[in-house]
């Protein structure tokens, strides 16, 4: 297959975790016969710097027209004086708006080798997590209206929770379709309980069920959620919910796995076009030392394979490696332990290169 993909270094350790997802995808170029080309797009500081903009439409236009978008980080401390609509990260809320990508998808997924950095006990890790939390981007509290009114010398503030069907849906299909390339099993978090915006979103739920009667749909209250993620997470598989229980539910789930350097992240819309990225920052006071970890964007390229490529194999291979390597007890210094070698960030892009090999 011949493959577009947009490539945002960005700022910080962003140029130097990309490198190493890219020497892991030229890779399985050429061990599957595939062909990727690279569009380079400037967003963010570097973007500032040279555009005066963090984002210019040439280059969002370039994000657009790719078949799908890996980006590293953006943002530091050099920029965070420059007026708030040119802030680096500006750029990425322009880009997810200009992609429309309304879904974002973390997985949250314990590496057996990594176990100990789990602040969850042993026990618990040791049954597996590895469930995937689908969470609305672009609609929800965050998006509705926000007022504060003063009546009688008290102040009031109001956020609005509005969702339409169509809204419930979209999201809803990119659950059922996650589960599907899973282990079609899917969880509808809400709050139905008490909210009208989460009664509609269970009805939904339940009428696009009879769509997809090889996936089997759960509800569960937020709540219940919060609580089963630290108690018994292995029950999970995919969860689908709005976007601020998304929001807190995500940064849980993402805790419970040890850490920050090894987490991926996609956002999809209506297209197959996605946006791919680690969920980490670009980590400013390790930038330039090739000390940074660079699994979470490598992890990042194989989301993009197996979700908008529908390359589930290449995928597979990237992960596989990726085990093998911590297997061997290579580690950067973020989840360095006792017993282990320590590498650098494009020494573990190359030990993730020699374990990759087709099945
Ligand atoms: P951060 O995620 O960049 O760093 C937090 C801590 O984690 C730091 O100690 C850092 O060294 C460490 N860390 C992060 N990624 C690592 C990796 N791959 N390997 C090893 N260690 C890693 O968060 P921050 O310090 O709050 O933010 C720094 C900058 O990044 C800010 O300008 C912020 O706005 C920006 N940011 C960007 C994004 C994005 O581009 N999507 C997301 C979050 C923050």
Redesign the pocket.
């Known amino acids: 297959m011949n493959k577009n993909i947009a490539v945002i270094r960005?700022d910080?350790?962003g140029p130097e975790?990309v490198e190493q997802a890219l020497k892991v995808l030229d890779k399985i170029a050429d061990l599957y016969g595939h062909t990727f080309n690279y569009t380079d797009v400037d967003m963010g500081g570097c973007a500032i710097d040279k555009w005066g903009n963090p984002l210019p439409e040439e280059m969002l236009k370039r994000c657009v027209e790719s078949d799908s978008v890996l980006l590293g980080?953006?943002?530091?401390e050099k920029w965070n004086s420059v007026p708030g609509d040119m802030r680096p990260?500006k750029g990425?809320l322009r880009l997810r708006a200009g992609m429309g990508v309304y879904s974002n998808n973390r997985p949250a997924k314990i590496w057996k080798q990594l176990a100990d950095a789990s602040p969850l006990k042993k026990e618990i890790v040791e049954k597996g997590i590895d469930f995937i939390i689908v969470r609305e981007l672009i609609g929800g509290i965050y998006f509705g209206e926000h007022t504060t009114t003063e009546e009688s010398g008290e102040k009031k503030a109001v956020d609005v929770l509005a969702y339409t069907e169509s809204e419930i849906e979209r999201i809803g299909r990119i659950g059922f379709e996650t589960a599907r390339k899973r282990s079609k099993k899917l969880c509808s978090v809400e709050k139905s309980n008490v909210l009208d915006s989460s009664r509609l979103w269970k009805s939904v739920m339940h009428r696009l069920a009879a769509e997809y009667p090889d996936v089997t749909l759960s509800d569960m209250l937020v709540d219940n959620c919060a609580m089963q993620i630290v108690k018994n997470p292995a029950q999970f598989d995919v969860i689908v919910t709005e976007n601020m229980f998304g929001d807190i539910l995500s940064d849980e789930a993402s805790m419970i796995t040890g850490s920050?350097?090894m987490i991926p992240s996609s956002s999809l819309g209506a297209t197959s076009c996605g946006l791919y990225?680690?969920i980490?920052?670009?980590?400013?006071?390790?930038a330039g030392m090739d000390i940074?970890?660079p699994i979470?964007t490598v992890l990042s390229a194989a989301m993009m394979l197996r979700y908008s490529f529908d390359m589930p194999e290449e995928a597979d291979c990237i992960e596989n490696a990726v085990s093998a390597v911590l297997d061997e007890g290579f580690r950067?210094a973020?989840i360095m332990s006792d017993g282990c070698k320590k590498v650098g960030c494009s020494e573990m892009g190359d030990l993730i290169i020699s374990k990759l090999e087709r099945k």
Do not use: F, R
């Open positions: 960005g910080g350790i975790i980080a953006v943002g530091g990260e990425l920050i350097g990225e680690p980490h920052g670009s980590a400013p006071d390790i940074a970890n979470g950067t973020d």
